[in-house]
């Protein structure tokens, strides 16, 4: 078995501080996939937990509350993890899974429908009119009725009222350090860079044939049916190397990314995964290695038969281990954080809450390129016209 | 290749399914015989990476300018956009905002009846609070996108068809402007001031541009709060205005309780200061009927409560605190009108009045144990220059707030009197925590109720959000005069904390600077017709309860919806007292004058988005409406029905700026593209109109106006002239381009100044300094509201100078309302307040339609992207229960009604949402829904007494904010699912 021994960038999503405004995913969506055959796709989504999440039934098992329902699959093939750690370290696997399912357009990504808004302008019935034609969604030229979506669940969870329970879960590319698309890749188009470790898919070798999309449990890579090639989240490449922070790390308002290399033990990523242990890796078990953790949610408390309040959290314990590497794990970063708030409560400091309330952008921000901790795009690529008032804007 | 073209020939690839690779290759190839090299193993090295500039040269742009965004939402974030060829590409955060507050020991303390009580800021580890970059959220992110959408306008149209049938005919300016001014002048001449606007985006140049406009032709503008349901007068009795921290304060609470505001959907540019505070140590409480994702996903503790009934809640809450003792007694004297005495013959405040002859009428008076007698308490509105203070400790003055005490009136009759602590004590003594009737009210168990209690309690610094919804229920009145009590109560409010309205407008230091575009206040020039100096000059009036309430006859829908409902029994007043009352306030002259709205300016407003019972408000103000002028980006629902629609230059395409107070900066429109199509700035439009009528005004010689009104406190004055008309709004060529009124704006105010406009200019921002909402812009700390009154003893402006719970008007003592308590009788058993059937049986569910975090109203709901990422068609949720007894499946289509009119949404499911709810998030045109119908047609107006108490001195007059709120969210309705 290879092994990636290349740098390797790594990132830390605190969901205790998603907001779920889907930032991300728009700040994604107008940088890269909103043209050219990738439409459809979501190189950064947003998916409310449990459910079946983007593409539907994504994984080589469910995340659906009680684990049912159609699974897409992926990964590699008795997955052995090193025991006692935190960060998914993988010490066997066998072949890559490769018959994971296809999405389909329409029943797991969701259909790019379009709007006629035209229709604003035209001549018809006024007001209330059963009939009158107004902006719907269409697909292909006729109205349609979607069926699915990169959020369709959202907000949706599980359990009953007052003890519903959901949390959102961001999700771009692992960029693993066994990557299973890269295994699945007879072409080998897909590759790993020395550097920093990103996965890409070469976009003149790539064939189409999209083994990768089938191997990849995440689901994270996408067939462009423009291009005829698999496309993917590049996280940000052109901005990575600059100094630049990802679009999606840097528009993030609920400031709950974190990025830097592993292999920076000062830096916040670094402190996180290795030195706190409260960021997990998403399903260490497929065996790929993922770069992306996760800070586990705190729930609120839950109530009784007769509303009465308890002690117990209300996203259970037992769901997250199935995402995140398994209970004890969870549990450990869960009371890591809910401790380390105290004792900020009672006046004292702590670097674990500092690090998570991550006051300024270079505290979450470590690409560190020419000394600095980020770099910002008008720095790498200034142009002529910038920042100017309209008298000299002519 | 266009982008459409792409996205065609993709989707028919796409279909084509496994077949395609092969054909791409055919297609191209050259393609298929090229990298034929040998890759060993791509983990360890890959050599053929030439290709990877491809992506590169996607992230590449030619211009970029700083850019914010204006259509109503109180964020104003810096963003840059980026274009390539004069087209905007994306945007994203400038995000340049620095970590300011940084803890200087001991600096921020204070004193409470002279006893020091330490810092009340609590800093986060490190002595730290932190930086709001970056700012912006989804919507902002894509504003380059919704802007390129074919709704948008590109030019000046006129309606060649009937009202809202859609047939236009494009103009040019010139045409535009030509016939609009000859229209303006004939009704101006006919009924000077007979116009009303509705001004919507917040930016100085936009907004101010219409108001300014509007003030010169002496119209009424309506309140954009008491419009849509925003304002706060239960609060501003208590508080006088509207308060609000910046938003880094909420990092400071160590507990916060989002109450009525669902702060992580809307307030996202500012909710990681409340999901950094759990990290700084702090609770955080979230009560909603819903489990929204602020209760789902910030909340250490979910307080599920019954739709409309959160006045009980925050009655048990302070009838606990008080029955335990467990209040601040030292706060409550130095800092509330608790202390202060009351008659009670007449229920009235004792005053100067009372107790001398020819005494004033805000000078009252409380208990002081030291002298044992009762003496005047200093810091009241008409307390004398040497007693404009709160610091009764340094006068030696100790008042009693508990007790009888017998006072000597000046006609010799003696009172017993008694003090506001007594008779709140007394108004919320049946709200116990544990009492049926607050268990049935609430839906809550004790031990919520209990715990929440004791959060509060413990916390050292307690913060309560109270977004805009909870004005919008019929207890919302008294629900804020309570929770306003609780943070009195506990000695928090104005020290370590502090409560937080949504607001999103202020004053810069510098007088008017700040409205100063909004509102012309120029010195006298003969030339302009003005004899004199005029305070308030030429600024428009406004109205807040005429536009639906008279212009939209509503009260008469409100009796039929009301019909079979005991609402008297219920609330105390039913739809024919609300009338009464009405007619009462306008003979009294408690509202300002209502002119009929012969001209109507929509200036980006919505106006058919935010109004009750949609339908019949149009039906009812239309026909009123000789002129109804549109000044938009985009053709809504309401610009559909307008005589002209004016093509405006969207956020992206002007230069201007616009503050709130949610961040300490003041925010740059940097014109991030020139504008494109036939497009021009709100300022340049108004400048254009304003031209052309003095131009045919002078040709026809017209001379000044005389023009009187009542403004709700006194009458006011003035002249229109038309024929200076454009002279005047330019300010004789100050302000003639966007440029130089912008930087006029910033020079006038001390706020800003020279340097902090160059500081704008070159940054995007630049932050405030000087006085902010009842406190200051720090350099190194947050600017809380209240501070002025708790920290520096100054007496704020409510009538008693303090934080006032007992109100004497005549109304309130009608209802018996003094006091803060639920405004609900014994015959309320909890639950919303909502109509009955014609044959007076319930409706089995309530409507829920509050903000949505997928638009800023209807400003980006129907984006393409977003829509993406919701149903993509307008949706409800309902509980799933509800779903499966009702054969409702997911995206089934659903008609919701009641005897007041449909509306239709594809169902969604949500366990978080209680069963009797029907929720949707609002914004909707009503073009997007199955024929044409709109939640709005469902509701209807209701109108608080309480809130139409007016006079002519002191804090309880009308103000935009002390006004009629619109009152709609209890709405009884039935659903059904249905074919479509």
Same mark, same amino acid.
């Given at each position: 078995?290879?092994?990636?021994?290349?740098?390797?960038?790594?990132?830390?999503?605190?969901?205790?501080?998603?907001?779920?405004?889907?930032?991300?995913?728009?700040?994604?969506?107008?940088?890269?996939?909103?043209?050219?055959?990738?439409?459809?796709?979501?190189?950064?989504?947003?998916?409310?937990?449990?459910?079946?999440?983007?593409?539907?039934?994504?994984?080589?098992?469910?995340?659906?509350?009680?684990?049912?329902?159609?699974?897409?699959?992926?990964?590699?093939?008795?997955?052995?993890?090193?025991?006692?750690?935190?960060?998914?370290?993988?010490?066997?696997?066998?072949?890559?899974? @490769?018959?994971?399912?296809?999405?389909?357009?329409?029943?797991?990504?969701?259909?790019?429908?379009?709007?006629?808004?035209?229709?604003?302008?035209?001549?018809?019935?006024?007001?209330?009119?059963?009939?009158?034609?107004?902006?719907?969604?269409?697909?292909?030229?006729?109205?349609?009725?979607?069926?699915?979506?990169?959020?369709?669940?959202?907000?949706?969870?599980?359990?009953?009222?007052?003890?519903?329970?959901?949390?959102?879960?961001?999700?771009?590319?692992?960029?693993?350090?066994?990557?299973?698309?890269?295994?699945?890749?007879?072409?080998?188009?897909?590759? @790993?860079?020395?550097?920093?470790?990103?996965?890409?898919?070469?976009?003149?070798?790539?064939?189409?044939?999209?083994?990768?999309?089938?191997?990849?449990?995440?689901?994270?890579?996408?067939?462009?049916?423009?291009?005829?090639?698999?496309?993917?989240?590049?996280?940000?490449?052109?901005?990575?190397?600059?100094?630049?922070?990802?679009?999606?790390?840097?528009?993030?308002?609920?400031?709950?990314?974190?990025?830097?290399?592993?292999?920076?033990?000062?830096?916040?990523?670094?402190?996180?995964?290795?030195?706190?242990?409260?960021?997990?890796?998403?399903?260490?078990?497929?065996?790929?290695?993922?770069?992306?953790?996760?800070?586990?949610?705190?729930?609120?408390?839950?109530?009784?038969?007769?509303?009465?309040?308890?002690?117990?959290?209300?996203?259970?314990?037992?769901?997250?281990?199935?995402?995140?590497?398994?209970?004890?794990?969870?549990?450990?970063?869960?009371?890591?954080?809910?401790?380390?708030?105290?004792?900020?409560? @009672?006046?004292?400091?702590?670097?674990?809450?500092?690090?998570?309330?991550?006051?300024?952008?270079?505290?979450?921000?470590?690409?560190?390129?020419?000394?600095?901790?980020?770099?910002?795009?008008?720095?790498?690529?200034?142009?002529?016209?910038?920042?100017?008032?309209?008298?000299?804007?002519? | 290749?266009?982008?459409?073209?792409?996205?065609?020939?993709?989707?028919?690839?796409?279909?084509?399914?496994?077949?395609?690779?092969?054909?791409?290759?055919?297609?191209?190839?050259?393609?298929?015989?090229?990298?034929?090299?040998?890759?060993?193993?791509?983990? +360890?090295?890959?050599?053929?990476? #030439?290709?990877?500039?491809?992506?590169?040269?996607?992230?590449?742009?030619?211009?970029?300018?700083?850019?914010?965004?204006?259509?109503?939402?109180?964020?104003?974030?810096?963003?840059?956009?980026?274009?390539?060829?004069?087209?905007?590409?994306?945007?994203?955060?400038?995000?340049?905002?620095?970590?300011?507050?940084?803890?200087?020991?001991?600096?921020?303390?204070?004193?409470?009846?002279?006893?020091?009580?330490?810092?009340?800021?609590?800093?986060?580890?490190?002595?730290?609070?932190?930086?709001?970059?970056?700012?912006?959220?989804?919507?902002?992110?894509?504003?380059?996108?919704?802007?390129?959408?074919?709704?948008?306008?590109?030019?000046?149209?006129?309606?060649?068809?009937?009202?809202?049938?859609?047939?236009?005919?494009?103009?040019?300016?010139?045409?535009?402007?030509?016939?609009?001014?000859?229209?303006?002048?004939?009704?101006?001449?006919?009924?000077?001031?007979?116009?009303?606007?509705?001004?919507?985006?917040?930016? +100085?140049?936009?907004?101010?541009?219409?108001?300014?406009?509007?003030?010169?032709?002496?119209?009424?503008?309506?309140?954009?709060?008491?419009?849509?349901?925003?304002?706060?007068?239960?609060?501003?009795?208590?508080?006088?205005?509207?308060?609000?921290?910046?938003?880094?304060?909420?990092?400071?609470?160590?507990?916060?309780?989002?109450?009525? /505001?669902?702060?992580?959907?809307?307030?996202?540019?500012?909710?990681?200061?409340?999901?950094?505070?759990?990290?700084? #140590?702090?609770?955080?409480?979230?009560?909603?009927?819903?489990?929204?994702?602020?209760?789902?996903?910030?909340?250490?503790?979910?307080?599920?409560?019954?739709?409309?009934?959160?006045?009980?809640?925050?009655?048990?809450?302070?009838?606990?605190?008080?029955?335990?003792?467990?209040?601040?007694?030292?706060?409550?004297?130095? /800092?509330?009108?608790?202390?202060?005495?009351?008659?009670?013959?007449?229920?009235?405040?004792?005053?100067?009045?009372?107790?001398?002859?020819?005494?004033?009428?805000?000078?009252?008076?409380?208990?002081?144990?030291?002298?044992?007698?009762?003496?005047?308490?200093?810091?009241?509105?008409?307390?004398?220059?040497?007693?404009?203070?709160?610091?009764?400790?340094?006068?030696?003055?100790?008042?009693?707030?508990?007790?009888?005490?017998?006072?000597?009136?000046?006609?010799?009759?003696?009172?017993?009197?008694?003090?506001?602590?007594?008779?709140?004590?007394?108004?919320?003594?049946?709200?116990?925590?544990?009492?049926?009737?607050?268990?049935?009210?609430?839906?809550?168990?004790?031990?919520?109720?209990?715990?929440?209690?004791?959060?509060?309690?413990?916390?050292?610094?307690?913060?309560?959000?109270?977004?805009?919804?909870?004005? &919008?229920?019929?207890?919302?009145? /008294?629900?804020?005069?309570?929770?306003?009590?609780?943070?009195?109560?506990?000695?928090?409010?104005?020290?370590?904390?502090?409560?937080?309205?949504?607001?999103?407008?202020?004053?810069?230091?510098?007088?008017?600077?700040?409205?100063?575009?909004?509102?012309?206040?120029?010195?006298?020039?003969?030339?302009?017709?003005?004899?004199?100096?005029?305070?308030?000059?030429?600024?428009?009036?406004?109205?807040?309860?005429?536009?639906?309430?008279?212009?939209?006859?509503?009260?008469?829908?409100?009796?039929?919806?009301?019909?079979?409902?005991?609402?008297?029994?219920?609330?105390?007043?039913?739809?024919?007292?609300?009338?009464?009352?009405?007619?009462?306030?306008? +003979?009294?002259?408690?509202?300002?004058?209502?002119?009929?709205?012969?001209?109507?300016?929509?200036?980006?407003?919505?106006?058919?988005?935010?109004?009750? #019972?949609?339908?019949?408000?149009?039906?009812?103000?239309?026909?009123?409406?000789?002129?109804?002028?549109?000044?938009?980006?985009?053709?809504?629902?309401?610009?559909?029905?307008?005589?002209?629609?004016?093509?405006?230059?969207?956020?992206?395409?002007?230069?201007?700026?616009?503050?709130?107070?949610?961040?300490?900066?003041?925010?740059?429109?940097?014109?991030?593209?020139?504008?494109?199509?036939?497009?021009?700035?709100?300022?340049?439009?108004?400048?254009?109109?304003?031209?052309?009528?003095?131009?045919?005004?002078?040709?026809?010689?017209?001379?000044?106006?005389?023009?009187?009104?009542?403004?709700?406190?006194?009458?006011?004055?003035?002249?229109?002239?038309?024929?200076?008309?454009?002279?005047?709004?330019?300010?004789?060529?100050?302000?003639?381009?966007?440029?130089?009124?912008?930087?006029?704006?910033?020079?006038?105010?001390?706020?800003?100044?020279?340097?902090?406009?160059?500081?704008?200019?070159?940054?995007?921002?630049?932050?405030?300094?000087?006085?902010? &909402?009842? #406190?200051?812009?720090?350099?190194?700390?947050?600017?809380?509201?209240?501070?002025?009154?708790?920290?520096?003893?100054?007496?704020?402006?409510?009538?008693?100078?303090?934080?006032?719970?007992?109100?004497?008007?005549?109304?309130?003592? &009608?209802?018996?309302?003094?006091?803060?308590?639920?405004?609900?009788?014994?015959?309320?058993?909890?639950?919303?307040?909502?109509?009955?059937?014609?044959?007076?049986?319930?409706?089995?569910?309530?409507?829920?339609?509050?903000?949505?975090?997928?638009?800023?109203?209807?400003?980006?709901?129907?984006?393409?992207?977003?829509?993406?990422?919701?149903?993509?068609?307008?949706?409800?949720?309902?509980?799933?229960?509800?779903?499966?007894?009702?054969?409702?499946?997911?995206?089934?289509?659903?008609?919701?009604?009641?005897?007041?009119?449909?509306?239709?949404?594809?169902?969604?499911?949500?366990?978080?949402?209680?069963?009797?709810?029907?929720?949707?998030?609002?914004?909707?045109?009503?073009?997007?829904?199955?024929?044409?119908?709109?939640?709005?047609?469902?509701?209807?107006?209701?109108?608080?007494?309480?809130?139409?108490?007016?006079?002519?001195?002191?804090?309880?007059?009308?103000?935009?904010?002390?006004?009629?709120?619109?009152?709609?969210?209890?709405?009884?309705?039935?659903?059904?699912?249905?074919?479509?």
């Amino acid at each position: 078995m290879s092994e990636f021994k290349g740098r390797q960038l790594v990132a830390v999503f605190d969901l205790n501080k998603c907001l779920e405004c889907h930032t991300c995913t728009v700040a994604c969506k107008l940088l890269w996939t909103n043209r050219s055959g990738r439409e459809y796709m979501y190189w950064n989504n947003v998916e409310s937990m449990p459910g079946y999440g983007y593409p539907k039934g994504w994984g080589a098992t469910n995340q659906t509350a009680d684990g049912s329902g159609e699974v897409l699959g992926g990964g590699f093939k008795d997955v052995v993890l090193e025991e006692g750690r935190t960060d998914g370290k993988v010490k066997s696997r066998g072949d890559v899974i @490769k018959d994971g399912k296809m999405p389909s357009l329409e029943d797991h990504y969701g259909l790019p429908w379009e709007y006629n808004y035209e229709a604003v302008f035209e001549p018809g019935p006024t007001f209330e009119t059963p009939g009158a034609k107004g902006v719907r969604p269409h697909w292909q030229g006729k109205e349609v009725r979607p069926t699915w979506g990169p959020n369709w669940e959202e907000d949706q969870g599980a359990g009953e009222y007052p003890n519903h329970w959901v949390f959102s879960l961001p999700r771009i590319c692992n960029h693993c350090t066994d990557p299973a698309c890269l295994a699945a890749c007879p072409r080998k188009a897909i590759y @790993k860079r020395q550097e920093d470790g990103i996965v890409l898919v070469d976009q003149e070798r790539c064939r189409g044939y999209r083994h990768c999309v089938r191997a990849c449990p995440y689901k994270k890579v996408y067939f462009n049916p423009t291009t005829g090639m698999s496309e993917k989240c590049l996280f940000c490449y052109p901005r990575v190397e600059k100094g630049v922070p990802p679009a999606c790390f840097w528009q993030c308002p609920g400031r709950m990314r974190f990025i830097g290399f592993k292999d920076d033990k000062e830096s916040a990523v670094y402190k996180l995964i290795y030195v706190w242990k409260v960021a997990l890796p998403l399903h260490p078990e497929y065996g790929t290695e993922p770069n992306v953790f996760y800070v586990p949610p705190i729930g609120s408390f839950k109530f009784g038969p007769n509303g009465e309040l308890t002690n117990e959290r209300r996203i259970p314990i037992e769901y997250l281990g199935r995402l995140l590497g398994g209970v004890e794990n969870v549990k450990r970063a869960q009371d890591t954080v809910l401790a380390e708030r105290e004792k900020v409560r @009672k006046g004292e400091r702590s670097e674990l809450c500092e690090i998570l309330i991550g006051f300024d952008s270079e505290d979450r921000f470590q690409l560190k390129v020419d000394g600095v901790p980020f770099k910002r795009p008008e720095e790498v690529q200034p142009v002529k016209v910038q920042f100017r008032r309209p008298s000299e804007d002519v | 290749m266009d982008q459409e073209a792409m996205t065609e020939i993709g989707r028919r690839s796409f279909l084509k399914g496994t077949g395609l690779g092969l054909l791409a290759l055919l297609a191209d190839p050259g393609r298929a015989f090229s990298k034929i090299q040998v890759v060993e193993d791509p983990l +360890q090295e890959y050599e053929y990476r #030439g290709w990877e500039d491809l992506y590169r040269k996607e992230w590449t742009w030619d211009r970029v300018q700083y850019v914010t965004h204006s259509l109503g939402c109180v964020g104003k974030c810096s963003l840059k956009l980026y274009s390539k060829n004069g087209i905007p590409l994306r945007e994203e955060q400038t995000a340049t905002y620095p970590v300011y507050a940084i803890r200087t020991p001991g600096k921020y303390t204070y004193e409470i009846m002279g006893k020091p009580r330490g810092e009340y800021i609590r800093y986060g580890p490190g002595g730290k609070i932190p930086s709001f970059s970056p700012r912006g959220c989804q919507k902002g992110c894509l504003y380059s996108d919704w802007m390129k959408q074919s709704d948008f306008l590109k030019y000046p149209l006129k309606r060649v068809g009937e009202r809202g049938e859609r047939k236009w005919k494009r103009l040019t300016w010139e045409q535009a402007f030509d016939e609009i001014a000859e229209k303006i002048i004939e009704i101006e001449l006919k009924d000077p001031g007979a116009m009303v606007t509705t001004s919507r985006p917040f930016s +100085q140049l936009s907004k101010g541009g219409s108001e300014r406009f509007t003030g010169l032709l002496g119209g009424q503008l309506i309140p954009v709060s008491a419009m849509v349901g925003d304002a706060y007068p239960g609060g501003h009795t208590a508080l006088i205005g509207r308060v609000g921290s910046t938003l880094d304060d909420w990092f400071t609470a160590d507990l916060l309780i989002g109450w009525t /505001q669902n702060f992580t959907a809307m307030r996202m540019p500012d909710a990681h200061f409340a999901k950094e505070a759990k990290d700084n #140590g702090a609770r955080i409480i979230v009560v909603d009927p819903n489990h929204n994702v602020t209760a789902a996903q910030a909340a250490d503790l979910f307080v599920p409560i019954r739709m409309g009934s959160d006045s009980y809640l925050a009655a048990a809450i302070c009838n606990t605190i008080i029955k335990e003792k467990k209040y601040d007694a030292e706060f409550l004297k130095e /800092q509330s009108d608790l202390p202060f005495l009351v008659r009670p013959d007449t229920k009235k405040f004792l005053t100067q009045k009372d107790m001398k002859p020819g005494g004033k009428e805000f000078q009252y008076y409380f208990w002081d144990t030291k002298s044992n007698q009762a003496v005047e308490a200093p810091g009241c509105l008409d307390s004398p220059a040497d007693k404009k203070t709160l610091n009764i400790a340094r006068l030696g003055l100790d008042p009693a707030l508990e007790g009888r005490f017998t006072v000597r009136l000046a006609d010799g009759k003696e009172v017993e009197c008694t003090t506001v602590f007594e008779k709140t004590k007394e108004g919320l003594a049946r709200y116990n925590l544990d009492s049926d009737l607050v268990r049935e009210a609430t839906g809550l168990h004790p031990s919520v109720i209990r715990t929440m209690t004791d959060w509060i309690l413990e916390s050292k610094s307690l913060h309560i959000t109270n977004g805009y919804n909870c004005q &919008k229920h019929y207890d919302g009145y /008294q629900s804020e005069r309570l929770k306003i009590l609780i943070l009195v109560l506990t000695g928090q409010l104005g020290g370590p904390g502090a409560y937080h309205q949504t607001y999103e407008g202020m004053k810069l230091e510098g007088g008017r600077a700040a409205g100063g575009l909004h509102f012309p206040d120029q010195p006298a020039r003969p030339e302009f017709g003005i004899e004199k100096p005029i305070k308030g000059g030429k600024q428009p009036y406004s109205v807040g309860i005429a536009y639906e309430v008279i212009y939209g006859d509503s009260l008469e829908r409100t009796k039929k919806y009301f019909a079979n409902t005991p609402l008297k029994e219920q609330i105390g007043f039913d739809a024919n007292d609300m009338e009464a009352f009405l007619k009462d306030a306008i +003979q009294k002259k408690y509202l300002p004058s209502m002119k009929p709205p012969r001209i109507s300016l929509w200036h980006s407003c919505n106006n058919y988005r935010n109004k009750t #019972g949609q339908q019949s408000w149009r039906e009812h103000y239309l026909p009123k409406v000789e002129l109804l002028i549109g000044t938009d980006i985009r053709m809504t629902s309401s610009m559909q029905s307008c005589d002209y629609v004016l093509s405006a230059a969207t956020d992206y395409e002007r230069w201007d700026i616009r503050e709130t107070t949610t961040n300490p900066f003041l925010t740059l429109y940097g014109q991030g593209v020139k504008p494109m199509f036939e497009r021009r700035s709100d300022w340049q439009i108004y400048a254009g109109l304003c031209k052309a009528i003095q131009e045919k005004a002078r040709a026809r010689g017209i001379k000044s106006i005389p023009f009187e009104y009542w403004n709700g406190t006194r009458q006011v004055k003035r002249t229109i002239d038309l024929s200076t008309i454009y002279d005047e709004y330019v300010q004789n060529g100050e302000l003639d381009s966007d440029e130089k009124a912008v930087e006029w704006h910033n020079l006038k105010s001390k706020g800003i100044g020279k340097e902090g406009h160059e500081k704008l200019v070159r940054d995007g921002y630049a932050k405030f300094r000087g006085p902010a &909402k009842y #406190g200051n812009y720090e350099d190194d700390a947050p600017a809380r509201s209240m501070t002025w009154q708790v920290v520096q003893k100054k007496p704020s402006g409510t009538n008693t100078g303090r934080f006032q719970f007992y109100v004497d008007h005549e109304y309130h003592i &009608k209802l018996d309302q003094m006091t803060p308590k639920p405004q609900y009788t014994d015959m309320w058993r909890g639950g919303p307040q909502s109509p009955k059937r014609p044959d007076g049986s319930p409706y089995p569910f309530v409507m829920n339609f509050p903000h949505t975090k997928w638009g800023i109203h209807s400003a980006y709901r129907n984006n393409r992207w977003l829509m993406r990422l919701q149903r993509g068609d307008v949706y409800l949720y309902l509980n799933p229960k509800v779903m499966a007894e009702r054969g409702i499946k997911d995206m089934d289509m659903v008609r919701v009604y009641n005897h007041m009119g449909e509306w239709f949404a594809r169902a969604k499911e949500w366990p978080g949402n209680p069963p009797y709810i029907v929720f949707t998030e609002h914004g909707w045109d009503h073009f997007m829904t199955k024929n044409w119908t709109h939640y709005n047609n469902l509701n209807c107006e209701f109108l608080n007494p309480l809130e139409l108490a007016g006079g002519t001195r002191g804090h309880i007059v009308y103000t935009g904010n002390h006004t009629s709120n619109r009152i709609y969210y209890e709405t009884g309705v039935d659903i059904e699912k249905v074919e479509g």
